[in-house]
C-alpha cells in the first residue's frame, strides 16, 4: 500500500481539482433545459478517462443522454473489467435549504460538499483516478472499459437499448459498480443484492361529483374512505404482505449470509431514536436490516382527494388516489407482481366504488452471491486496505440497471461502494467524506490485483 499511498499524497490536489471541473458541470437529467450540460459532462468524462491511459475513447448518442465509453485493452487473453458510473445528477430543490451552492464544490469539516460530490460523480471519479495510477506504474493486470451514462437518475431509460446494440463492445468478465454505501467509515462492506421495484398509481372514483358531506354522508360511500381501507388489507398484522402469489418467487437466502449480515454493527434503540418512533413495525421472524434488505415491502408513497386546503370545506370527495410501490427481492419479476396487484386490487373493490389500477414504471432485483470469484476479490481488496473483511450487505434501493446488464450482457456486477449514509445523496448539503473518496482510489486497485491473480 506505500506505493498508492505516495502516488495519492503526491496527486491529491490535481485529484480534486478535476473531480470538482466535473461536479461544476450541472448534469440535471430529468430537466430537460440541462441536455446541453449532459453533453459537457460526456466531454468531461473522455478527457479525464484518456488522459488517466486509456487507448480510446468516445461519446455515443442514444435516444436519450450520451454515454461516454472507453477502454485500455492489455491483452485480450486477460481478464476484463467493465466500470460503471454516472454522470447525472439529481435536482437540487429546495434549493433554500442548502449551505453552500450546489455546484460550486467546497471543502469543509474533511468533506467535499456539493451535489454529486457521492452520487455519483466522488464515486465513479475514484476508478478513474485507480484506474491512472495502475497505468502510471506499470500494474495493470486486466483489461478495464469504461461505461459512463447520463440517465441513471431517471430509470436509464436508453441503456438497454445501448447495452443490446454494443453487447461486442462491452464484452466484460465482470461489472464494477462504485454507486452504493458502506456501513460505516470503519466497517466496510459489499453490497450483495438490490431490491426490484414496481409501482403503480390507483384511481377510486364514487360519485360523479364532490358531494355535500352533510346532505350525502352516510348514504354514499366516500371513495377516501374505500382506498384506506382496501390499502390496509394489502398488509396483515404480522407485516406480511396480502396479495395472493406474491412470496412464490421470494428465494430464502442461506444461513450462513444471515449470520453474516448480523455482524453489521446496528443499534435498534438508535434507530428508532433518529426516526422519533416508538416501535419498529415489519415481517415477522426478520430483523430490521433484514426487512430492508432480503425481504419485500409494500407502501404507499402519497395519497390525495377531497378538499386539502385552508380551513374547512365539507364534501364527500368524488374520487381518492394513490402512488403505491413495491420493493422487491431477487427472483421476483417486477411485472408479474405489477399484474398480480392490480387484479387482486381491482377484485377486492365493493360495488360502490371504481377502481383502476396504472402500472407506472419498475424493475428486477439484483443479488450476487458471496462466493463468486470477482465477490472474494472485491473481499480481499478490502482486507488489504481496511485490514479487515467486508460484511455482505443487502440494499434496500433500486439499481435497476444492474439487472439488466446481467440480463442482456450475461456479466455479473460488484457493488464497491464508498458512500456513507450521511452523505445526503438526493438531498440538500449532498457531501463526500475526503477519507472515504482516497480510500476508495486506494482500495480498487487491489481489485484488480486479485481479480488478475484468480483468473490465470
Not at 381518492?320 to 421476483?332: F, G
Request: charged share 25%; net charge negative.
Amino acid at each position: 500500500m506505500e506505493l498508492i499511498n505516495k502516488y495519492i499524497e503526491e496527486n491529491k490536489d490535481r485529484f480534486l481539482e478535476e473531480l470538482f471541473e466535473l461536479i461544476r458541470i450541472p448534469s440535471i437529467s430529468s430537466i430537460e433545459a440541462h441536455k446541453p450540460d449532459m453533453y459537457k459532462a460526456a466531454e468531461c468524462w473522455k478527457k479525464f478517462i484518456l488522459a488517466a491511459g486509456a487507448d480510446k475513447a468516445e461519446i455515443f448518442e442514444t435516444e436519450g443522454n450520451p454515454v461516454t465509453y472507453g477502454e485500455k485493452i492489455i491483452d485480450p487473453n486477460a481478464p476484463t473489467v467493465l466500470v460503471y458510473g454516472h454522470m447525472d445528477v439529481m435536482p437540487v430543490d429546495p434549493i433554500d435549504l442548502w449551505d453552500t451552492d450546489p455546484f460550486e464544490p467546497v471543502i469543509k469539516d474533511g468533506k467535499i460538499w456539493a451535489r454529486g460530490a457521492d452520487d455519483d460523480k466522488g464515486q465513479a471519479f475514484m476508478h478513474a483516478k485507480a484506474f491512472e495510477y495502475m497505468v502510471k506504474n506499470n500494474l495493470l493486470k486486466c483489461n478495464v472499459k469504461f461505461m459512463i451514462e447520463g440517465e441513471e437518475e431517471v430509470g436509464s431509460p436508453s441503456l438497454p437499448k445501448f447495452c443490446e446494440d454494443h453487447k461486442e463492445m462491452l464484452k466484460a468478465d465482470i461489472i464494477l459498480v462504485s454507486d452504493t454505501s458502506m456501513i460505516a467509515p470503519d466497517v466496510p462492506s459489499i453490497t450483495t443484492g438490490l431490491r426490484g421495484l414496481a409501482y403503480w398509481q390507483v384511481d377510486v372514483t364514487g360519485p360523479n361529483k364532490d358531494l355535500h358531506s352533510g346532505i350525502f354522508g352516510g348514504a354514499v360511500a366516500n371513495p377516501c374512505n374505500v382506498l384506506c381501507d382496501m390499502v390496509g388489507k394489502m398488509i396483515d398484522e404480522n407485516g406480511k404482505i396480502t396479495i395472493p402469489g406474491f412470496y412464490d418467487d421470494v428465494i430464502e437466502i442461506s444461513d450462513e449470509e444471515r449470520k453474516k449480515m448480523a455482524e453489521a454493527p446496528f443499534s435498534l434503540e438508535e434507530y428508532k431514536k433518529s426516526l422519533d418512533i416508538k416501535e419498529v413495525f415489519g415481517e415477522k421472524g426478520f430483523s430490521t436490516n433484514e426487512r430492508t434488505g432480503i425481504r419485500p415491502s409494500f407502501d404507499v408513497c402519497g395519497m390525495w382527494g377531497g378538499y386539502t386546503g385552508e380551513g374547512a370545506k365539507t364534501v364527500l370527495p368524488s374520487e381518492a388516489h394513490a402512488k403505491i410501490s413495491s420493493r422487491l427481492v431477487p427472483n421476483q419479476d417486477h411485472e408479474k407482481i405489477a399484474i398480480l396487484f392490480k387484479e387482486y386490487f381491482e377484485s377486492i373493490a365493493p360495488e360502490y366504488v371504481k377502481v383502476s389500477v396504472t402500472p407506472l414504471h419498475g424493475g428486477p432485483a439484483y443479488g450476487c452471491p458471496i462466493d463468486l470469484p470477482a465477490y472474494i476479490a472485491a473481499e480481499k481488496a478490502y482486507v488489504d486496505s481496511y485490514g479487515k473483511a467486508p460484511i455482505p450487505a443487502r440494499s434496500g434501493g433500486s439499481i435497476p440497471i444492474i439487472s439488466t446488464f446481467e440480463k442482456v450482457l450475461g456479466i455479473k456486477s460488484i457493488l464497491m461502494g464508498f458512500g456513507l449514509g450521511s452523505d445526503a445523496i438526493h438531498s440538500p448539503n449532498e457531501n463526500y467524506p475526503l477519507e472515504q473518496f482516497f480510500n476508495g482510489i486506494r482500495t480498487i486497485p487491489q481489485f484488480y490485483k486479485h481479480f488478475a491473480e484468480m483468473n490465470k
